[in-house]
């Protein structure tokens, strides 16, 4: 995109990246009036070539008209950066952590949230004999032993299914904009498991989210994580078609063990 001129709206830093809101001064043809740019550190461990894979195969075959995603633009591996669409809206993080949160509203930031789950599992369904691989920034690679251990959890749960683990399912990686839910963030790697992973990381930010200082300090206590969560997984298995037992609600308690002991001096990313 030749001759094309920026302003930067916005820079702000995350832990393994610098993010750029940039606006066009003169619009240019076939190109957005708002974008955003992000550019990964280079003693990172995240891949971006990785996470712009995943985001465009997820915006060229999702049909969802409620979930959607930032419009994949570019991508330099040299470089170490990618531009997408820019996304306006408030992550479902923000309305949580609102001190006069909208709590008729939860419930349904909360559903569209599953929602978002199920439609990205969708699209990246495995076959069922795809071999589970479970790499995560936030919990290393599975060795064998962890493996046997999933394993043993698994065989007799209902939520059975190969799928790619968006790795990081976060209220901070969604993004509410009037009837519409976007997913940002999307995975750097492969991460092959049932949905369990995804649903645990979600349980654990719901609990993690209580110990920002509003609800320590305040006393605050505007919605209740555990019901709320119930609430979570019963619209994923209804979006997915699929029953839940008690074995899966243990194999999320194992995943969100392992989130607890990875993460209980650092914050989520």
Request: glycine fraction near 2%.
């Amino acid at each position: 995109f030749p001759g094309i001129e920026f302003r930067v709206v916005r820079k702000w830093n995350s832990f393994h990246s610098t993010l750029y809101r940039l606006t066009t001064t003169i619009p240019y043809p076939g190109f957005p009036r708002e974008v955003l740019l992000k550019k990964y550190r280079r003693n990172t461990i995240f891949d971006a070539k990785g996470e712009y894979f995943f985001l465009d195969s997820f915006y060229t075959r999702n049909t969802d008209t409620v979930v959607s995603s930032p419009a994949p633009i570019l991508m330099d591996s040299d470089s170490l950066c990618m531009v997408t669409g820019f996304v306006p809206g408030q992550t479902v993080k923000t309305h949580l952590l609102k001190v006069f949160p909208a709590v008729s509203r939860i419930d349904e930031y909360n559903d569209r949230s599953a929602v978002a789950l199920a439609r990205f599992h969708s699209v990246f369904m495995k076959p069922r004999d795809r071999e589970v691989h479970i790499s995560s920034p936030l919990l290393g690679r599975f060795g064998e032993h962890e493996i046997r251990q999933y394993t043993t959890h698994v065989s007799e749960c209902a939520l059975t299914m190969k799928v790619q683990a968006f790795i990081d399912f976060s209220p901070q990686n969604l993004i509410i904009d009037d009837s519409k839910i976007f997913l940002i963030d999307f995975p750097d790697r492969e991460c092959i498991c049932t949905p369990h992973l995804d649903i645990a990381r979600w349980k654990y930010n719901l609990k993690f989210l209580k110990q920002f200082p509003q609800y320590r300090f305040l006393k605050l206590n505007r919605w209740d994580e555990e019901r709320l969560f119930q609430r979570f997984v019963r619209k994923y298995c209804s979006e997915m078609q699929v029953a839940f037992n008690e074995k899966d609600a243990q194999l999320i308690d194992f995943f969100l063990g392992h989130y607890a002991k990875k993460l209980h001096c650092h914050h989520p990313v």
